[in-house]
């Protein structure tokens, strides 16, 4: 069930993310994807962590439609950066996969230290 439910969300997220890559280069006037682009990465990460912010903000306060759209924007901007690092989706999608079935604390242990 959870593999059928995966595959709308990928074809809605490669949808964005196509999207996005379309847009970068537009007129910075009429699409927020083109203003956000122009103002460099250093902004488009400063946005990222301001959507994860106000995501956990919504969570811990049980706000669960602020949630939703604080989700929403934070995987929005996420694949702004992405695009920005010139990183497909699936690169992240595929690890996502890599991972399934294989214990978070075993995974984080075979990461290299630091």
């Known amino acids: 069930r959870a593999r059928r439910l995966m595959r709308p969300m990928r074809a809605t997220l490669h949808h964005l993310e196509q999207t996005i890559r379309q847009r970068r280069t537009a007129d910075p006037t009429a699409s927020y994807v083109a203003k956000l682009a122009a103002k460099g990465r250093a902004k488009i990460a400063q946005k990222v962590g301001e959507e994860a912010v106000e995501t956990v903000i ?21 694949l702004m950066l992405l695009a920005d690092l010139d990183i497909p989706l699936d690169n992240v999608l595929d690890e996502l996969d890599r991972r399934e079935g294989v214990s978070g604390i075993v995974e984080k242990a075979a990461r290299p230290s630091d």
């Open 58 to 78: 919504a969570a811990m306060a049980d706000d669960r439609a602020g949630a939703v759209g604080e989700s929403a924007d934070l995987l929005f901007h996420l």
